[in-house]
């Protein structure tokens, strides 16, 4: 946000003294009043199609962040907002009858049409000219006459439609309904409970804005609000269906509504927020999900930001590139929280046998910005209750408690995850691989993996991959496990054995990722012959029955001599669009016989090839599988095909499944941010009840720790950050000041298992103070 702004004396910045806003809700009004408070010479007009008293909703919600912007840059709103605030700091989740309460979150809430007349008066005290009832000529004719042109007109912005080609607008709408209510009471907390009505899952949100009244949102999907006929109903029947539903939280009072209207949530990203001399502020810009009250506290932080660097910049266009540069980095984040929150209550239905209190912890750490280090922070003995239901000794963070999968216990949740080195030479993993992974494993994560070892020299990605098809490979890799046993007792080590498929022949990662060799190329082979690079890379060849029978048996004879190097576990490598993957993907099978079209046909070979190895495989030794759970592609795996992929391996006898995403097709558009791949996990492991391996951008202890306490993962696979720190792993223990079975620090490093003093930075307290 930006710092605080003082008033100038100075002419008006070049290119502001004459201002339109678009708009007269909380961003537009909080814009108009910072610029003439900076300059009163300039000209500020607000245009606002309703009456002043006209608004949607109810109560809004403020952080301390926000608060403490508008104090620093106008104190006379921040008065009179102060003295309106309703506070409070708890959350009450109600699940099936039982009432979790966390403490400590710190909330300040007011009413929207409060919020307003305090601008309003704001605005006309500083000589902001407020054109109510009267709609804003298009922004084209207001940008000929105007320096500025501020669009604040919210989520259906005309000027936003009216210069697509110019902002890049993205709208995406979601699945869920929801209604905006309220009732003539405060609750004492922020309430989050669940309904399971005969028509499916009801979720009431709710909070209090004023001493006597509440918002209330009522959420639900699609299929449910149709099913219960609210699809036909007005809206005082639909009022009085939702305060039936949740008669025990409002205590037999009714609900009232306000312009209220069943809704589904819209997304809105612009490529760009300004053009030429109009920019676009709060929802006309983008939206959060109001499951993260984030709305109203984005559109007035943008108006801070926008004033801000209108005083600071030499000229508007500098200034609204700057707006835009700080602004969006803090958007961008929101919105990743928020969509994490949208998706969880969009999936709400998969949670629900979740016992109440671990699902009041998964609630409330959803969108990944409330963490188990935080909940402790707030409020250590809800916390404390929730890991003694997880099973955690006390003193025991949940990463360091055990868990079995078949006759291998592994000491702790933290896995290395598979990382290809591109470092062997003709398939032989050497002194590098030695020391790679035995360092990882003395670092003391549960499960250190291999990267993808391949079953063939044809099925290698490049010549620097490892493989397991001769005797002198197999002896390298019974060195490196023996070290493993030997030097770091209780570490597990497992295989991943896979075919590159379609993505073979190719030059090491550094020298041109996924580019085809200069020289020495081998044939690739693939379910349909698609190459993976268009234009550059081979076209693979089509399998028939004898090219797969050859690949089956390539495969077992490498987890037998897998099994002979004292592995502990063994991985199919079915994802990111290697040979098993081919297979799997509706984007790269193209087949018309039985191995091809519906997915219980292009999951029949993977299938047999994970059959055969489970026959050879040591029975008391546990088996995984990775997938991709999307292809973030247009038309490929869907959401239902992970559900399948999962569903079909785990009826095959697969221990885990680990859940990545991706990399199948080169023309992806992932989602990239912290964690953006758990949701994916966590989705198949409460849809299935299977145990599945997290992935992707895992990046802190608190995160394990939180994934694994909310039910959305048993294990958690971390990749880069064990290439910064092999010790990834002891470190967290120390730094959680964790000393048990879970992370043992080898022998020979016991005396580093404490952080290093450094030099003091505090200074002598004064002992007296003299008048």
């Given at each position: 946000?930006?710092?605080?702004?003082?008033?100038?004396?100075?002419?008006?910045?070049?290119?502001?003294?004459?201002?339109?806003?678009?708009?007269?809700?909380?961003?537009?009004?909080?814009?108009?009043?910072?610029?003439?408070?900076?300059?009163?010479?300039?000209?500020?007009?607000?245009?606002?199609?309703?009456?002043?008293?006209?608004?949607?909703?109810?109560?809004?919600?403020?952080?301390?962040?926000?608060?403490?912007?508008?104090?620093?840059?106008?104190?006379?709103?921040?008065?009179?907002?102060?003295?309106?605030?309703?506070?409070?700091?708890?959350?009450?989740?109600?699940?099936?009858?039982?009432?979790?309460?966390?403490?400590?979150?710190?909330?300040?809430?007011?009413?929207?049409?409060?919020?307003?007349?305090?601008?309003?008066?704001?605005?006309?005290?500083?000589?902001?000219?407020?054109?109510?009832?009267?709609?804003?000529?298009?922004?084209?004719?207001?940008?000929?006459?105007?320096?500025?042109?501020?669009?604040?007109?919210?989520?259906?912005?005309?000027?936003?439609?009216?210069?697509?080609?110019?902002?890049?607008?993205?709208?995406?709408?979601?699945?869920?309904?929801?209604?905006?209510?309220?009732?003539?009471?405060?609750?004492?907390?922020?309430?989050?409970?669940?309904?399971?009505?005969?028509?499916?899952?009801?979720?009431?949100?709710?909070?209090?804005?004023?001493?006597?009244?509440?918002?209330?949102?009522?959420?639900?999907?699609?299929?449910?609000?149709?099913?219960?006929?609210?699809?036909?109903?007005?809206?005082?029947?639909?009022?009085?269906?939702?305060?039936?539903?949740?008669?025990?939280?409002?205590?037999?009072?009714?609900?009232r509504s306000n312009n209220s209207s069943w809704l589904t949530f819209a997304t809105v990203t612009n490529s760009r927020?300004?053009?030429?001399?109009?920019?676009?502020?709060?929802?006309?810009?983008?939206?959060?999900?109001?499951?993260?009250?984030?709305?109203?506290?984005?559109?007035?932080?943008?108006?801070?930001?926008?004033?801000?660097?209108?005083?600071?910049?030499?000229?508007?266009?500098?200034?609204?590139?700057?707006?835009?540069?700080?602004?969006?980095?803090?958007?961008?984040?929101?919105?990743?929280?928020?969509?994490?929150?949208?998706?969880?209550?969009?999936?709400?239905?998969?949670?629900?046998?979740?016992?109440?209190?671990?699902?009041?912890?998964?609630?409330?750490?959803?969108?990944?910005?409330?963490?188990?280090?935080?909940?402790?922070?707030?409020?250590?003995?809800?916390?404390?209750?929730?890991?003694?239901?997880?099973?955690?000794?006390?003193?025991?963070?949940?990463?360091?408690?055990?868990?079995?999968?078949?006759?291998?216990?592994?000491?702790?949740?933290?896995?290395?995850?598979?990382?290809?080195?591109?470092?062997?030479?003709?398939?032989?993993?050497?002194?590098?691989?030695?020391?790679?992974?035995?360092?990882?494993?003395?670092?003391?994560?549960?499960?250190?993996?291999?990267?993808?070892?391949?079953?063939?020299?044809?099925?290698?990605?490049?010549?620097?991959?490892?493989?397991?098809?001769?005797?002198?490979?197999?002896?390298a890799w019974t060195r490196i496990t023996r070290f493993v046993h030997d030097s770091a007792p209780g570490a597990a080590?497992?295989?991943?054995?896979?075919?590159?498929?379609?993505?073979?022949?190719?030059?090491?990662?550094?020298?041109?990722?996924?580019?085809?060799?200069?020289?020495?190329?081998?044939?690739?082979?693939?379910?349909?012959?698609?190459?993976?690079?268009?234009?550059?890379?081979?076209?693979?060849?089509?399998?028939?029955?004898?090219?797969?029978?050859?690949?089956?048996?390539?495969?077992?004879?490498?987890?037998?001599?897998?099994?002979?190097?004292?592995?502990?576990?063994?991985?199919?490598?079915?994802?990111?669009?290697?040979?098993?993957?081919?297979?799997?993907?509706?984007?790269?099978?193209?087949?018309?016989?039985?191995?091809?079209?519906?997915?219980?046909?292009?999951?029949?070979?993977?299938?047999?090839?994970?059959?055969?190895?489970?026959?050879?495989?040591?029975?008391?030794?546990?088996?995984?599988?990775?997938?991709?759970?999307?292809?973030?592609?247009?038309?490929?795996?869907?959401?239902?095909?992970?559900?399948?992929?999962?569903?079909?391996?785990?009826?095959?006898?697969?221990?885990?499944?680990?859940?990545?995403?991706?990399?199948?097709?080169?023309?992806?558009?992932?989602?990239?941010?912290?964690?953006?791949?758990?949701?994916?996990?966590?989705?198949?492991?409460?849809?299935?009840?299977?145990?599945?391996?997290?992935?992707?951008?895992?990046?802190?202890?608190?995160?394990?720790?939180?994934?694994?306490?909310?039910?959305?993962?048993?294990?958690?696979?971390?990749?880069?950050?064990?290439?910064?720190?092999?010790?990834?792993?002891?470190?967290?223990?120390?730094?959680?000041?964790?000393?048990?079975?879970?992370?043992?620090?080898?022998?020979?490093?016991?005396?580093?298992?404490?952080?290093?003093?450094?030099?003091?930075?505090?200074?002598?307290?004064?002992?007296?103070?003299?008048?």
């Open positions: 946000m930006a710092g605080p702004v003082a008033v100038s004396p100075s002419d008006p910045r070049p290119g502001t003294g004459r201002i339109a806003v678009i708009g007269g809700g909380p961003g537009g009004l909080y814009a108009a009043a910072l610029l003439k408070r900076l300059d009163p010479r300039r000209e500020v007009t607000v245009w606002e199609r309703n009456a002043p008293d006209d608004t949607f909703g109810f109560g809004v919600v403020l952080s301390d962040e926000t608060l403490g912007g508008i104090e620093h840059a106008d104190p006379v709103v921040y008065r009179a907002l102060r003295d309106e605030f309703v506070r409070w700091d708890t959350i009450d989740v109600v699940h099936r009858g039982a009432v979790h309460t966390s403490g400590g979150h710190g909330f300040a809430a007011l009413g929207r049409r409060r919020l307003l007349r305090i601008l309003h008066a704001r605005c006309e005290s500083l000589g902001v000219r407020l054109r109510f009832r009267t709609p804003a000529p298009p922004a084209a004719e207001l940008a000929a006459r105007h320096d500025l042109v501020i669009a604040a007109d919210g989520v259906h912005s005309a000027t936003r439609e009216a210069h697509a080609a110019e902002f890049g607008p993205r709208i995406t709408t979601h699945r869920n309904r929801y209604i905006w209510l309220a009732a003539d009471f405060a609750f004492d907390a922020f309430r989050f409970e669940t309904a399971e009505t005969a028509h499916g899952v009801t979720q009431l949100h709710a909070y209090p804005f004023s001493p006597d009244a509440s918002t209330v949102i009522v959420e639900m999907r699609e299929e449910v609000w149709r099913a219960a006929g609210l699809d036909t109903r007005d809206i005082a029947g639909s009022t009085e269906h939702c305060a039936k539903i949740f008669a025990d939280a409002l205590g037999g009072r009714p609900l927020w300004s053009h030429g001399n109009t920019v676009l502020i709060g929802d006309a810009a983008h939206t959060a999900h109001f499951s993260i009250g984030s709305g109203t506290k984005l559109a007035v932080e943008d108006a801070l930001a926008l004033a801000a660097c209108i005083e600071e910049q030499p000229d508007l266009p500098t200034a609204l590139a700057a707006y835009e540069a700080e602004r969006r980095p803090v958007v961008l984040s929101t919105q990743r929280a928020a969509a994490a929150s949208l998706r969880w209550f969009e999936e709400l239905p998969q949670y629900m046998d979740q016992p109440p209190r671990r699902f009041a912890f998964n609630l409330l750490t959803r969108s990944r910005r409330v963490t188990h280090g935080n909940l402790r922070l707030r409020d250590p003995g809800f916390t404390g209750a929730v890991e003694e239901e997880f099973g955690c000794p006390p003193g025991t963070p949940p990463m360091f408690t055990p868990l079995r999968l078949r006759g291998l216990e592994l000491r702790n949740r933290v896995v290395v995850s598979p990382m290809d080195m591109y470092s062997a030479v003709d398939g032989m993993p050497g002194d590098f691989h030695l020391v790679h992974l035995g360092a990882r494993a003395l670092g003391g994560a549960g499960l250190t993996m291999t990267e993808m070892v391949c079953v063939s020299p044809e099925g290698r990605i490049t010549p620097g991959c490892t493989g397991l098809w001769t005797d002198a490979q197999e002896a080590i497992g295989v991943q054995l896979g075919h590159s498929g379609r993505k073979g022949s190719t030059k090491l990662m550094w020298d041109g990722i996924d580019q085809p060799l200069d020289e020495g190329n081998w044939p690739v082979a693939a379910a349909s012959p698609i190459p993976y690079t268009p234009g550059a890379g081979q076209i693979p060849y089509a399998l028939d029955r004898a090219g797969l029978d050859t690949v089956r048996e390539r495969f077992t004879d490498a987890a037998r001599r897998a099994a002979r190097c004292g592995f502990d576990l063994l991985e199919l490598h079915c994802a990111h669009g290697y040979l098993l993957s081919g297979f799997l993907s509706p984007l790269t099978n193209r087949r018309t016989d039985a191995h091809g079209g519906p997915l219980e046909n292009r999951l029949r070979f993977p299938l047999e090839v994970f059959d055969a190895v489970r026959e050879v495989w040591p029975e008391d030794r546990p088996m995984t599988v990775r997938i991709s759970a999307t292809d973030w592609a247009e038309g490929g795996t869907s959401p239902e095909d992970a559900l399948g992929i999962a569903r079909a391996f785990a009826a095959h006898g697969a221990d885990a499944i680990d859940v990545s995403t991706g990399q199948v097709v080169p023309d992806e558009h992932p989602e990239y941010g912290r964690s953006y791949q758990t949701p994916y996990a966590d989705r198949i492991r409460n849809a299935l009840d299977v145990p599945v391996i997290a992935v992707g951008a895992i990046s802190s202890w608190d995160d394990v720790n939180s994934l694994l306490l909310a039910g959305r993962a048993d294990l958690c696979a971390l990749a880069r950050p064990h290439l910064y720190d092999p010790h990834w792993t002891l470190h967290a223990a120390a730094e959680q000041g964790y000393e048990g079975t879970g992370a043992p620090w080898p022998l020979p490093y016991r005396a580093g298992s404490r952080t290093p003093p450094t030099g003091r930075t505090d200074a002598p307290r004064p002992r007296l103070t003299l008048g």
